[in-house]
């Protein structure tokens, strides 16, 4: 009976353990997008290779998802539903027809890869992949700006001496040491591999410091920050009502205050980093931008049409230098789906959250939910200052869209 009893344990252990594990030839294919994803920026700027990229996306993700019968798996989300299609519709209001349509391959072809990355995996899985796919691309950049500066490092005269690593700008390096980061706080590690977590961790927060990304410091110090005003609130809450209640009611008041002081301080802390008022010029360039945007208040330009149309030769002779972005997510996002577009969106982002918030106060919570609220926090301020959703490159909309659905899932 034991021995029995014995063999069960062993198979569903096992079962466990494979279950939570993807073949060889998953873990590449999705490598590979993933890495594809970064390279392949959902802006203007289109080349060949990229509509050549996204095609290959494309049909690979719906083959998968046709065999998996991925669409049978996921739950409805009419929010988001209403929102791909608007999105998707609006090339023929588009102000470039053509970039727009190019665009809405690459944006099919991202949506249809995370109906089957999270159809076919659970969060386990998941996790386990960002966690692989992450520290690669963390250490490989490490060590790439050490041994070969010249590919790594800005040598240019504006960032000269800045890290680059393998994402090809210190903006956008900074921006994905967060999200490392973000995982690597979150993540649940064995003991034993305690040391090497942080040692992670520090490397990770070197490689934020010599990306001299302004917004990476700012929002390195307030996702540490929520990390513990989090934790804090995780541990008291089996505790006293009485006590829970007031370490809700501290924290939220910290918070406030914290951003407060940040905001009061702004230009001092602007200051502290060898940066001034005008944002690197970005004050200068939102105030066109709002021009712009009230022109076509609404609906917008179409997803991608702004920045390859006119108005954006007109905007740049302007500002009096190329851009390819408004440098602030929200702002690209009204150019290219207006008032509409953005408020679908929002209120997505925002019941995300609140969903985040929910299953994060369970008894049992995994690190995806808690990576999943962290993300979803860091997504919505950087997106007020930086442009990382639907502009520039893919993987910060294939990671939402992969969370969002996943958060909704029952599992």
């Known amino acids: ?151 790594f490092v800005h040598q240019d005269l504006i960032h000269s001496g800045a890290w680059r690593g393998l994402l090809g700008h210190k903006n956008a390096f900074g921006a994905f040491s967060i999200l490392v980061l973000i995982l690597l706080l979150t993540h649940k590690y064995r003991f034993r591999y305690k040391k090497i977590h942080l040692v992670l961790i520090l490397t990770t927060l070197v490689n934020i410091w010599r990306s001299e990304s302004v917004t990476a410091y700012i929002l390195t110090v307030t996702i540490i920050f929520l990390f513990i005003a989090y934790k804090i609130l995780i541990f008291y809450k089996n505790k006293n009502l009485i006590l829970f209640s007031s370490i809700v009611s501290m924290s939220t008041i910290l918070i406030v205050l914290f951003f407060f002081i940040i905001y009061r301080n702004f230009e001092f802390i602007l200051a502290l980093v060898d940066r001034d008022i005008n944002l690197t010029g970005r004050t200068n360039i939102w105030y066109f931008v709002r021009l712009y945007i009230s022109r076509r208040p609404l609906f917008g330009y179409g997803y991608g049409g702004f920045w390859a149309s006119d108005f954006a030769i007109e905007l740049i002779a302007n500002i009096g230098f190329t851009i390819t972005s408004a440098h602030s997510g929200t702002y690209d996002l009204l150019l290219d789906l207006g008032y509409v577009g953005f408020i679908l969106i929002f209120i997505h982002l925002i019941l995300s959250i609140i969903i985040a918030i929910q299953k994060s106060f369970k008894k049992e919570t995994s690190s995806f939910v808690e990576f999943s609220l962290l993300f979803l926090f860091f997504l919505f301020i950087i997106n007020i200052t930086d442009s990382r959703f639907l502009n520039t490159m893919a993987l910060y909309f294939t990671i939402y869209s992969i969370v969002a659905i996943k958060l909704r899932s029952r599992s």
Do not use: C
Request: glycine content about 2%.
């Open 1 to 151: 009976m034991l021995n029995k009893k014995k063999d069960v344990l062993e198979l569903e252990s096992k079962q466990m353990f494979f279950h939570d594990k993807m073949s060889f030839l998953e873990l590449a294919y999705n490598l590979g997008i993933f890495y594809i994803l970064i390279m392949l920026p959902m802006g203007s700027g289109t080349t060949n290779l990229r509509i050549l990229a996204s095609i290959l996306i494309l049909i690979s993700s719906l083959f998968l998802v046709i065999i998996k019968k991925s669409l049978v798996k996921i739950k409805v989300d009419l929010i988001f539903s209403i929102f791909i299609l608007y999105a998707s519709t609006s090339i023929l209001w588009s102000a470039n027809f053509t970039e727009s349509l190019i665009l809405f391959i690459r944006f099919l072809s991202i949506l249809l890869f995370s109906l089957y990355f999270t159809s076919n995996f659970n969060i386990e899985q998941i996790m386990n992949f960002f966690k692989i796919f992450f520290i690669a691309i963390t250490i490989l950049s490490f060590f790439g700006t050490l041994i070969l500066p010249d590919l």
